[in-house]
């Protein structure tokens, strides 16, 4: 259908461009807060999820929170397993959320290690940011679970809820404090999501 005709000398107004409707989402970290860290899992039958997490996922999904894992997979760099592995652990992640009905939104992982300086991993955040841009996240109104300081450190940076959970089987530098201390200090994953959930 064409255009109406406007006035000589009247501008017509542009129609506004399409914008995607932003979404809030929680970044969720997966080794010593989704599953039982084994150091560095590289088998997809390593995966043994923690007590509780599908009851946290679905409260989060019920509340309208997209699910973003972004975790630091060092073990690439090390030689100790590679992309394709991490990609198959991710699968079977999936596999055993679809038994309760639920999935991960998208998956994103670091596979630098700690000397090669790069800004994916976290506390950087390119890849939350990437996130944000693939998904149309709007990051002051999510949040993020995770199980070490630097969870937290890169959510402060970014604006983000930040909650701390306290499952893991090795525990380092937890008691950090001052500017990246958590907004949430939780004993399991899902009492992090029921106080995510209580904000609104």
Same mark, same amino acid.
């Given at each position: ?62 509340? +309208?929170? =997209?699910?973003?894992? %972004?975790? #630091? $997979? ?9 992309? &394709? ?73 970014? +604006?983000? =809820?930040?909650?701390? %959970?306290? #499952? $893991? ?9 001052? &500017? ?21």
């Amino acid at each position: 259908m064409p255009a109406p005709p406007h006035r000589k000398g009247v501008r017509p107004i542009p129609m506004a461009a399409a914008r995607p409707l932003l979404r809030r989402a929680v970044f969720l970290d997966r080794d010593g807060t989704l599953n039982v860290d084994l150091k560095y899992i590289s088998e997809p039958g390593q995966i043994e999820l923690y007590k509780g997490v599908a009851q946290g996922l679905r409260l989060l999904a019920s509340h +309208g929170f =997209l699910l973003v894992v %972004v975790s #630091n $997979q060092s073990g690439i760099s090390r030689g100790y397993y590679t992309r &394709e592995a991490v990609e198959s652990i991710h699968k079977r992640l999936q596999e055993v959320l679809a038994k309760e009905g639920l999935k991960i939104d998208r998956f994103y992982y670091c596979p630098h290690a700690p000397s090669d300086g790069c800004s994916c991993r976290k506390p950087g955040i390119e890849l939350f940011n990437r996130a944000a841009q693939d998904l149309s996240i709007h990051l002051p109104s999510s949040a993020i679970i995770g199980d070490k300081p630097l969870d937290i450190e890169a959510g402060r940076k970014l +604006g983000l =809820l930040t909650a701390l %959970v306290r #499952n $893991q089987a090795f525990r380092v530098d937890l008691d950090v404090a001052g &500017e990246y201390s958590a907004d949430i200090d939780a004993p399991s994953f899902l009492a992090a999501c029921e106080s995510i959930s209580a904000r609104g």
